[in-house]
């Protein structure tokens, strides 16, 4: 067999250029024409070859295309992704032909990074290849779970089934990251205003306080809690750009240090035991693993695989390293119970319910189950923090504040004390 150099037109009409091997030159053209090409040049590459002028820009055009998707396939946000997730969904099990929905949903799509995805899933899907593949070729937007899943429904002809539980997977998901980060929102909000309001304190009015002190009170001795507030103001006026170095290296030390698998893992074994924020974060990947393991396998995916994709998405190194041995067991023929008992990280509950899921051949839906359970935990968990930390962190800001206006205003008696007896 020899080698052919070729030139060739799709049935877009979009030419292509390569190397094929075949005994003659009717065998290479019949071999192009099987794969849907059409050549328009076609000769031996011992002897020349094609034109090598054209076969380079054919070939710089085809580079100019491959990276124009690569910058269709730009992370876009969750909500995005939930949302075309819905509506493919609907469309689909309404009866629309899947290339027709794509096409729909493309012209109607805002977001332009989603629009070109969505452009580009509908060429792959024209070209004729499946829509898992094209899924396949944006591992910025569409993540394991979401490739193996479409995998699944394809190869079991229920894709509309499939997408309308991504769907609801999504929104679930969707559902619980905004009550996490809404129950996160307060607090932040209240410790940023506290910062600035005792930065103003201290740069801006004790200071002046101080000169109105030297003046009307001379070397009178202060209170001893107005000379702390005071030494306090002049330790940040006077080391306020080595404080704020202090902060930046400490802030990039924590990124490094959490960029690191050993830093990482420190990080999320704290998140697990932190008082208040803990027990919801443990809710929150247990509901997560229960889910993502419950649809997939509900999906038809096999247990083996759909362990390690929730593994790759537990969000929680701890509990990726659990998965990761029940994984191991189930490798071996074992039961997912004693791994998930072994690692003390889920709880009594969630192993009780998979046992019994295991022991009556139910267990993704036992595990959907646990999925809605610890949801509705983490809810009430979200709602018991907020309520709490309210009063906690309004408390806190009126102690600062408090402390430093008794500071200032004690020795402020002591003036206008000596002022009227005067």
Request: aromatic share 6%.
């Amino acid at each position: 067999m020899a080698n052919f150099e070729y030139i060739a037109l799709d049935a877009k009409g979009e030419e292509s250029a390569g190397t094929i091997s075949a005994n003659d030159e009717a065998d290479a053209s019949n071999q192009l024409r099987r794969q849907g090409l059409y050549p328009t040049s076609l000769a031996a590459a011992g002897k020349g070859g094609v034109d090598s002028k054209a076969k380079s820009r054919v070939k710089k055009a085809q580079k100019s295309k491959s990276k124009a998707k690569g910058r269709a396939g730009g992370k876009v946000k969750s909500k995005v992704l939930m949302i075309f997730t819905r509506q493919l969904a609907t469309l689909v099990e309404a009866g629309l032909p899947l290339l027709r929905g794509l096409t729909v949903l493309a012209n109607q799509e805002k977001n332009k990074n989603m629009q070109k995805t969505i452009n580009a899933l509908a060429d792959s899907v024209q070209s004729g290849s499946t829509f898992s593949e094209g899924l396949g070729q944006h591992p910025r937007i569409f993540d394991k779970l979401y490739v193996n899943m479409v995998k699944a429904g394809e190869l079991g002809g229920v894709l509309e089934l499939v997408l309308v539980r991504l769907a609801e997977y999504s929104e679930k998901a969707q559902k619980l990251k905004n009550k996490i980060v809404s129950a996160m929102v307060y607090p932040m909000i209240v410790m940023f205003i506290a910062v600035i309001i005792v930065v103003f304190l201290m740069m801006v009015i004790v200071p002046k306080f101080e000169k109105i002190f030297s003046e009307m009170l001379g070397d009178k001795p202060l209170p001893a809690i107005t000379r702390f507030v005071i030494g306090f103001s002049r330790g940040i006026q006077d080391n306020w750009l080595m404080l704020s170095v202090g902060f930046a290296v400490l802030f990039v030390a924590w990124k490094v240090f959490s960029a690191t698998k050993g830093g990482a893992k420190v990080i999320d074994r704290l998140k697990l035991k932190m008082p208040l924020i803990g027990p919801i974060q443990l809710k929150s990947s247990v509901s997560r693993f229960a889910r993502t393991l419950g649809t997939l396998v509900t999906s038809g995916v096999p247990i083996l695989q759909a362990l390690g994709i929730t593994r790759e998405t537990a969000g929680n190194l701890i509990v990726a390293e659990a998965v990761d041995k029940v994984h191991e067991a189930v490798r071996e023929g074992e039961s997912i119970v004693a791994p998930l008992e072994a690692s003390r990280v889920f709880p009594a509950m969630v192993i009780s319910m998979v046992d019994v899921g295991e022991e009556t051949g139910q267990l993704p839906d036992m595990l959907l189950k646990i999925a809605d359970v610890y949801d509705d935990e983490v809810d009430n968990a979200v709602d018991a923090m907020t309520s709490m930390l309210e009063p906690i962190m309004i408390v806190f800001l009126a102690l600062i504040v408090g402390t430093i206006v008794i500071a200032l205003f004690m020795p402020m008696i002591s003036i206008i004390t000596e002022m009227n007896a005067g």
